[in-house]
């Protein structure tokens, strides 16, 4: 469903991480994903850029709905005719077609702590943490959830032990089973292709700056950063001032200047 991204109206080849999370507050087996998309691709002229930072950037919710349910749907059907299995499916499909899907956007977030603090929430977690956790008997556990039918009212659930099991169960993944895929500029066979390298811009060397601009004279600061040449005569633009010996700078007298000349007039 998210095989290929292709170019978008921005002219630029984008992609996305989408992580599977299975479960819901009350175990029940809830499985969707939760995907985050950069506003920003690469573009045909082979330039990085960003294709914007507004909540709309994407697309319309609606649109990204159907296109969802079509393409989902789509990659069931041809795994199915791989199977020679169809036949027995097609009344579940017909099924999904009718109903309306809900695909949730929201805008872009503020940086990337944002988006590592909200991929944390998913890829390093498990179902049940023991804080939800409120009693355990020899027959029941006791847990808190959220009612999202009531406000997401904190309420207790009990279950007893197998039915616990059995829920908890759901959500341990196969082996080989890959719950974090990466699709478009993400993954590692497009930036083969497109030869796309994200390095980190380098950092500059702040101490030799600092020792590079401490041999400069005044004047070589002023022509580096301004384009004037103190040196050279204004006149005939060809003579040049050469430094001889600098003066120190003399101090002038304690006191008030105006006060002292004024006293030494008298």
């Known amino acids: 469903m998210l095989h290929s991204f292709g170019y978008t109206h921005y002219g630029c080849e984008t992609g996305a991480v989408a ?12 499985p969707h994903l939760h995907c985050i998309v950069p506003a920003a691709g ?99 556990v006791t ?23 059995r829920r908890f169960s759901l959500h341990v993944m196969p082996d080989g089973y890959v719950r974090i895929r990466r699709f478009g500029i993400y993954h590692h066979s497009t930036k083969l292709h497109l030869d796309l390298q994200f390095v980190p811009d380098e950092k500059p060397d702040i101490e030799q700056m600092a020792a590079d ?4 004279t005044a004047s070589e600061r002023i022509l580096r950063l301004t384009g004037f040449d103190l040196t050279k005569c204004p006149h005939c633009k060809e003579g040049r001032l050469i430094v001889i010996r600098t003066l120190p700078r003399i101090r002038s007298p304690a006191g008030n200047l105006p006060s002292l000349l004024f006293a030494k007039l008298q």
């Open 19 to 30: 992580v599977l999370h299975t479960w819901g507050q009350n175990l029940s087996l809830h």
């Open 143 to 165: 847990f808190v959830a959220k009612d999202y039918r009531d406000r997401a009212q904190k309420k207790p659930v009990s279950l007893t032990g197998e039915e616990f099991l």
């Open 42 to 140: 690469y573009s045909l002229s082979g330039k990085w850029r960003h294709i914007g930072k507004y909540d709309n950037y994407l697309y319309p919710v609606h649109q990204l709905s159907a296109a969802f349910k079509g393409k989902f749907l789509d990659s069931i059907k041809r795994e199915l005719r791989k199977l020679s299995a169809m036949d027995g499916f097609k009344v579940c499909l017909e099924k999904a077609h009718q109903k309306k899907w809900v695909v949730y956007c929201e805008p872009s977030m503020a940086g990337a702590e944002h988006v590592i603090r909200y991929l944390g929430q998913y890829t390093h977690r498990i179902a049940i943490s023991n804080q939800r956790i409120l009693n355990v008997d020899p027959i029941h």
């Open 213 to 216: 601009q401490n041999d400069e």
